[in-house]
C-alpha cells in the first residue's frame, strides 16, 4: 500500500507541477497585459421553440473584462439577445436572454504569435424577458446557465485582439418543463489595458 501511495502522491506532483508549467507559458497572441476588456457582436440560436414563441437567430452584444495568466485567463460579464419572437397571430411577442456569466479560457497553442486558439467553459445566472412592446405582455424566468466552446483570438496591434468563437450553453427557461440550448457565434475586439 505505501508503494502505491508513494507512486500516487508522485503522479500528483508531476501533475501539479505540470499545471503550473502550463499556466506560465506566456501566450503572445492572448492579451499581454494582465487587464484588458472585450466587445463582442454575436448570433444567438435556441435550439427549440418556447411556447408560442418561434426560435429566432438574432444579433446580440456582450461585454466581458478579463485577467489573463500566460495561458489561462477568465472573464466576467454580460451578453443580451432577443432569442424568440412571435408569429402575427399571437401579437408582437419577444423574449431577450440576458445573462451574467464567468469565462474561464486556456489557450491550446500559439501559431507564430499571431493566433492562439482556445477552449472555453460559461457559467451563469440570466433571466429570459418576455414582453410586447405595449407591456401587456411581460414576465421574466430566471435560469443558471452553463457550457462551452472554442475559438481564436487573432492579435492585430500590440494591445488589440480579434477573437472569433462559438459557444453552447444550456438553461431551463421552459417553466421546469426541461432545458434548451443555445448556439452562440461571436466576434470581438479586445484590448488590453495594462
Known sequence: MRLKAGKAGRAGGALMALG?????????????????LQVSGEVVFPTEDYGVLAKSATLGWEAQARLTFGRFSVGAGYQRSTVFKSDASVGD???????????????????????APYVAARLGYG??????????????EDSFIYGGGAGVIFQVAKRVGIDVGAQYFVAD?????????YFLTRLGVSVGLF
Open 20 to 36: 503550473c508549467l502550463l499556466l506560465s507559458v506566456p501566450a503572445a497572441a492572448q492579451s499581454r497585459e494582465l487587464v484588458s
Open 127 to 140: 433571466s429570459l424577458l418576455i414582453r410586447s412592446p405595449s407591456d401587456l405582455v411581460r414576465s421574466t
Open 173 to 181: 427557461f421552459t417553466g421546469g418543463q426541461g432545458s434548451a440550448g
Open 93 to 115: 411577442i419577444t423574449a431577450t436572454l440576458s445573462v451574467g456569466f464567468v469565462e474561464p479560457r486556456y489557450v491550446i497553442g500559439v501559431f507564430g504569435n499571431v493566433a
